[in-house]
């Protein structure tokens, strides 16, 4: 199985501030990738696919890159609603494989 | 809009069978993937398997002894049955379009205990 080690694993971000999520996967997941938020007693929502692509109606300021190995999520600019819970998912092989999970505070 | 939705009993005994549902609206399960993931106490997800637009079916092999998905496209729904369940099996369980999963259900508690 392709493992996927995400980091970190909680994050404290200002009001307005850029953040970033990393995914490594143990094998070329050749941009496979993708990013979920999950926000608390609700089900997961696909942030991003195919390691850069926005997936209708997210919000611009989402944006997901790497190749290879290594994978990042960047938030440019924290608001109040993006408090959740984050994880990736290697799409390349089944079976399919997440992140351990980022947990993503408001501070 | 596609909405899928789970449903099944939120109390399973040890070494008894989890048995669930996924009842879709707005699209067909003879088309695309759906798939059942869970979340761990802790956060842990995994994937747990598949069933195709063709009724194919794949699983992750850490479950292939306990697991089976099947379907009823009459109804517009699929099924998970996980077999010889554990406390470890305790997880929110989540039905979901395709292969990546750009669609989920709301989730539900499955709690194996005695």
């Known amino acids: 199985d392709i493992q996927m080690t995400q980091s970190p694993a909680s994050l404290s971000a200002s009001l307005g501030e850029t953040i970033s999520i990393e995914c490594r996967a143990s094998e070329d997941i050749y941009s496979n990738l993708a990013w979920y938020q999950q926000k608390s007693g609700k089900s997961p929502q696909l942030l991003i696919y195919a390691a850069n692509r926005l997936q209708d109606g997210v919000p611009s300021r989402f944006s997901g890159s790497g190749s290879g190995t290594q994978y990042s999520l960047k938030i440019s600019g924290m608001q109040p609603e993006d408090e959740g819970d984050y994880f990736c998912l290697q799409g390349s092989k089944f079976p399919r494989t997440f992140g351990g999970g980022t947990k993503l505070e408001l501070k | 809009e596609v909405q899928l939705q789970e449903s099944g009993p939120g109390l399973v005994k040890p070494s008894q069978s989890l048995s669930l549902t996924c009842s879709v609206t707005?699209?067909?399960?003879?088309?695309?993937?759906w798939g059942w993931i869970r979340k761990f106490p802790g956060n842990k997800m995994e994937w747990m398997g598949y069933i195709s637009y063709s009724g194919s079916t794949s699983y992750n092999p850490s479950l292939k002894s306990r697991i089976s998905i099947t379907r009823d496209t009459s109804k517009n729904q699929f099924f998970l049955q996980l077999n010889s369940v554990t406390t470890e099996d305790t997880a929110t369980y989540y039905c979901a379009r395709g292969t990546v999963f750009a669609y989920w259900g709301q989730g539900t508690l499955v709690t194996v205990s005695s």
């Open positions: 707005g699209y067909s399960i003879t088309s695309n993937y």
